[in-house]
Structures are given as structure tokens and as C-alpha cells.
């Protein structure tokens, strides 16, 4: 089916709601003309009307700038849904529930790194596990994992990973509310015991970057960033545990639509009303997964700690996790819609929350800042610290981007680039990587991707983020 | 005329594979799976395991399958590349699937399957049966 927009202001794009049939809301598009006119588009923009037939969103249905193709919901797509009589959507949170990125800072400079990048690299490598068909470091049987999943991070410091400090610095104290282990399948459980501690594949991965540029000195002092610094940023998610969980409840979902009588316009969007038992038992399982991936992110973090320490011998690195956001959720928050109070299960899939100032949700280090939101480029490029905005709690339902945002297949990654040329192009810029397989590099090669600099910058003129810090990579670890 | 294709998806990826019958156009959508995987060359027939699914209509029978065999990878972190279906109707899909678990040494580790989608899945037959699948890799 065609769609239909106009052009609202620079970067805002309007579906109407009166464009296709069905359409509670209009659908609106954080972009600029070059990323609208892109391929795919079209059937990207499908996906954003098609979320907003589904019953009781609240508003519209929000696309961020690194919008692409998705199952039922766009990657890069924010929805909220009335908690009373919305519904819950798994494929509005996406298969890798909580896939998300956490920022460490250390007290080291690009320099004093640099004789020993390579070696640094290599012990990340060996410590922590990647790639297809690996088993993680740690296994737990069900009740063991149960356990986990309930306590979250603070399950993880007091077996001895991470520290204390740790757990005001992660997204939801790294325990999200509302998780009930007993709604897990047998089989989330047994994909989730030997992966704790993994990095993944695809586009998951590690990086040790140096701060190119401050942007914004006040928020970065209060971030502790500066020029020229070292920092690790790690990409992850929930692993086969999340996957499953989605898996699990979108199958069964496929009946509870039809059960509600929701209108449904694409398989992957199949949904429950937000207050069946269905939908309730999909959002504690749910949380389990996001706890899951916080505890995996957690103890990557714990084994490198400890790679630093045994390649830079003696001294204090710092090694401060600055925060750690989710970029794949459904949490069920408050927000004032048309001046009331308003309770909402937000989706984000491929979107990262972005609270501004003021806001309780956020460690009160970061009250006056609004929360870090962190934007990993692709592998030759940049990332970018963001602050979240009051803006953004206005304009997305407090939501920005999450990453570049795909431009190509996988398909034609591979035939513009082959992998080991790739990794040569990306020594030659100084950039150390280390890669399970090296053929399906390509298919994260950066021309594979839009540029980052552009998705950010359109976040920052919307308002809905600003731009903090810009931060380049010196190594790359990828499944 | 190879047993499948893959196709496009912005993110991930698809296999569109076309066979004489159902029973055939399954095995070679696995195989097609499998080859996202690692490659299948490579994986000999040593284990089979009996995999059984029902569901209520065409396309969720093969989500069904798919996703039973992806399960059992990754839990046993075992390669399928041989798929005897013994049974195969709008309701139901019995076979014996075969392989071996996988081996760092032996099997390239390509990409890793996160799960099957309804995305695009379909299954179309006329004088010969072609199923589109996309996996969110």
C-alpha cells in the first residue's frame, strides 16, 4: 500500500492518520529530506502506520531518524500504548529484548593505550566469549537462573562480578520491577544457562574508543568524559534467553489476538490487551529478559576489569561504568498527555529512553543533566555520547535514536566489500580488530550503514537529545 | 538449480526455496538455514534426532519446524544438514533431521540465527511449492 506524508518542518514528517484505513493516529517521522527519499522507505513507512492501527496508542506513532525495516514494528520505532486499554506488543520490543549499550570510562589516554591496543584487544578476546555456537563462562540451572533474573545486577555483585557501584549506574538499577521468573518457559531457560557473559554476533560488539571531541563541557564534565580519554563501549543483549522469550510469546499471541479480536495487520505485530493475563505474563517474563541482559553486559564488564588490569599492570584504571541504556523494551511509565497524567506501556525497538532533567528514573548524579544515551556508529566511524532532554519527554514519550540504522542487506554488504579487504581498510585507519569470522564482516562494513553524524544531529535539532560527546574507535572485538 | 536463494531484508536475512513438493521444499528451507549458520559442506551425518510439530495453518507449521530445529542448535549446539520428511501436511510435519554437534575446529561459525519471523513468510504452491522465510539474525 502506497504511503502518503508531508513535510511538517525540516525534520518532522507526518503520515496522516486519514491516509490508510485504519489509522488511529498519524504517524510521524523524525528525518530530513536525503533519509526519507532513501531505499526502502516505503515499506519502512508501511510499518510505521500499520503500529498506529493498533488499539489504544496514545498519540502517534513515532519513527526515529536511523528508521529501518523490521518485523511489524520498524527498527528505530517508539509507540505508547494506554495501560488500561492499549495492548503489549513482544514484536514492538524485538527478539533481542533489552539489546542495549553500556559506556566505561578509565582514567587512561588514547596515547598511553595505544603501545598496547593490540595485546588489549587480543586478552578482551580470549576473556570474553563471542561469536556463534559459544558457551559463556558461566552455567546456571534453572533455579540458579531464576534467581538471576530476579535479582538482576545486584544478584550478579553479591556472586562476586562488578561492584556496587554499578548498579545506580545501569538503566532501572539494573533490576527492572515486575519480572516473574515463573512465566519462563523451559526452554528460555534452557537457551539462557550458558550464555551469561556473552558477547554475541552480528552487530554486537566491543569497543575501546578514545573521546574525539567534547561537545558539551558542562555534561561531559558531569559524565566524567574528556578529550583524548579512553573509554569501552560494550553492545549487547539478552542472548538466546530474550530471543526465546519473544519467540515464545509471539506464537501464543498469534491466539490471544484473535481471542480479543484485535485488529492485527501483520503477524508480527500480534498483541494482547495490556490488561488480559496474557499480556501481563508476556511483560514478567519480558523484564526477566531485560534483567538478563543487564547481568550479561555486568559481567562482560567484570572480565574487562580485569583484561585492562592484566595488560596495564598495577594502578587504578578508574574503570567507572558511566551508565547503561536499553535500546529494545516495553516499560510501563508515566507521562502527562494533554496535560494529564497518563500511564503507557512505551515500546522502544531500536530506540533508547532519554529522560531529561528532573526526572526520578535517573541516578541523581544525572538529575541535573538529563540521563547519558549512548549511539554506536558502525565499526569505521563514530559513536556519540547524548544527554536525554525535557523535550524529548514532550515530543517520543522521553525517546531518541539508538544507532546509525541500517542502510544496506546484508546481501549487498557483501557484494560492495569482502571481509578481510574491510579489515585491512580499517587497520590501515589505525582501527585494531579482532573478529570471529572474518567473511561476514562485511555485512557490518560502514558504508552498510546510514551516517551516524546525520542520525544524531537530527535528534539534536528535534530537541529530543543533545549531543555530548563524539567518540572514535581504536579497537573492535565482534563475534 | 540450487536448493535455495537468499533474500533480501534490510538487517537480516531471508531464504526462498522451491521444491517439487512440500516434503522437498522444506528440507531444502533448512538446509537454507543451516547455511546462514555455517557451511554445510562441512557438517557429516553422525546424530538424527525425530522432530515432530502440528499447527493450525500452513505458514505456522513451518515457523513451527524452523523453529524446533533452531532450538535444538542452539541447545545442543548441533549442525543439521539432512531432513527426511516422513510426513508433511497443512497440519502437521514428521521427520528425521541429521548432523553433528558442532566442532570450533571443523565448522566455520558464519552468523547466529536469534530467531524465525513471520516476516514475509509464505508458502505458495502451484505446479511446484516455493516458502519465503526471513531470520532476525
Known sequence: ?479 | MPPFETTEHTADIGIKATGKNLSKALSDLALGMFSIITCVDKIEVKECFEIEVGAGDLETLVFNWLDELLYQHQTNNFLFKDFLIKEANEKSIISRCCGEKYDEQKHAAKSEIKAVTFYGLKVKKDDRVQINVTFDI
Not at chain 1, 46 to 59: P, R, S, T
Open chain 1, 1 to 479: 500500500m502506497p504511503v502518503t506524508y508531508e513535510k511538517v518542518s525540516d525534520y518532522i514528517f507526518k503520515i496522516p492518520k486519514e491516509s490508510q484505513a485504519g489509522m488511529l493516529v498519524d504517524g510521524v517521522v523524525y528525518a530530513d529530506d536525503e533519509l526519507m527519499q532513501q531505499a526502502g522507505t516505503e515499506e519502512v513507512l508501511g510499518q510505521v502506520a500499520n503500529v498506529a492501527k493498533l488499539k489504544g496508542i496514545i498519540k502517534k506513532s513515532m519513527a526515529m531518524p536511523d528508521i529501518h525495516l523490521g518485523y511489524g514494528f520498524a527498527v528505530g520505532g517508539v509507540a505508547a500504548f494506554d495501560a488500561r486499554d492499549g495492548i503489549l506488543s513482544p514484536g514492538g520490543v524485538g527478539f533481542d529484548i533489552n539489546c542495549g549499550v553500556r559506556l566505561i570510562r578509565t582514567n587512561l589516554t588514547a596515547e598511553q593505550v595505544k603501545p598496547k591496543l593490540k595485546e588489549l584487544i587480543h586478552e578482551l578476546a580470549r576473556s570474553i566469549p563471542k561469536g556463534v555456537g559459544t558457551k559463556g563462562r558461566l552455567s546456571l540451572g534453572p533455579a540458579d537462573l531464576k534467581e538471576a533474573v530476579a535479582g538482576g545486577v545486584s544478584w550478579a555483585v553479591d556472586k562476586g562480578y562488578g561492584r556496587d557501584s554499578d548498579v545506580e549506574a545501569c538503566e532501572e538499577k539494573g533490576t527492572m520491577a515486575g519480572g516473574d521468573p515463573e512465566h519462563l518457559s523451559m526452554r528460555a531457560l534452557e537457551r539462557g544457562r550458558n550464555q551469561l557473559g556473552t558477547l554475541g554476533a552480528g552487530n554486537h560488539f566491543l569497543e575501546v574508543q578514545r573521546v574525539h571531541q567534547v561537545i558539551n563541557q558542562e555534561i561531559a564534565d558531569v559524565f566524567g568524559l574528556n578529550e583524548n580519554q579512553v573509554v569501552i563501549m560494550v553492545h549487547t543483549g539478552s542472548r538466546g534467553f530474550g530471543h526465546q522469550i519473544c519467540t515464545d510469546f509471539l506464537k501464543s499471541m498469534q491466539e490471544t489476538s484473535r481471542k480479543y479480536e484485535l485488529f492485527i495487520p501483520d503477524r508480527q505485530l500480534a498483541a494482547a490487551p495490556a490488561a488480559s493475563e496474557e499480556a501481563k505474563s508476556y511483560y514478567k517474563a519480558m523484564v526477566c529478559a531485560m534483567n538478563y541482559a543487564w547481568i550479561n553486559r555486568h559481567i562482560i564488564t567484570h572480565f574487562i576489569r580485569q583484561a585492562v588490569k592484566s595488560i596495564f599492570k598495577g594502578g587504578n584504571f578508574g574503570l567507572e561504568l558511566i551508565y547503561d541504556v536499553a535500546h529494545n523494551s516495553a516499560k510501563l511509565e508515566e507521562h502527562s498527555v494533554d496535560g494529564k497524567a497518563t500511564k503507557a506501556y512505551v515500546h522502544r525497538k531500536g530506540a533508547t529512553r532519554a529522560f531529561g532533567p528532573e526526572k526520578k528514573e535517573v541516578p541523581e548524579k544525572y538529575r541535573q543533566t538529563g540521563q547519558p544515551v549512548f549511539i554506536p556508529g558502525d565499526m569505521g566511524r563514530s559513536s556519540f555520547v547524548l544527554a536525554g532532554t525535557e523535550k524529548a519527554m514532550t515530543e517520543t514519550f522521553g525517546s531518541t535514536c539508538h544507532g546509525a540504522g541500517r542502510l544496506l542487506s546484508r546481501k549487498r554488504a557483501k557484494k560492495m566489500i569482502r571481509g578481510d579487504e574491510l579489515k585491512r581498510k580499517l587497520e590501515s585507519q589505525g582501527i585494531v580488530i579482532e573478529a570471529g569470522h572474518i567473511p561476514s564482516l562485511a555485512e557490518e562494513a560502514p558504508e552498510a550503514y546510514k551516517d551516524v553524524n546525520e542520525v544524531v544531529e537530527i535528534c539534536h535539532q528535534v530537541g529530543i537529545s543533545s549531543k555530548v560527546a563524539q567518540l572514535k574507535p581504536m579497537g573492535v572485538l565482534k563475534g
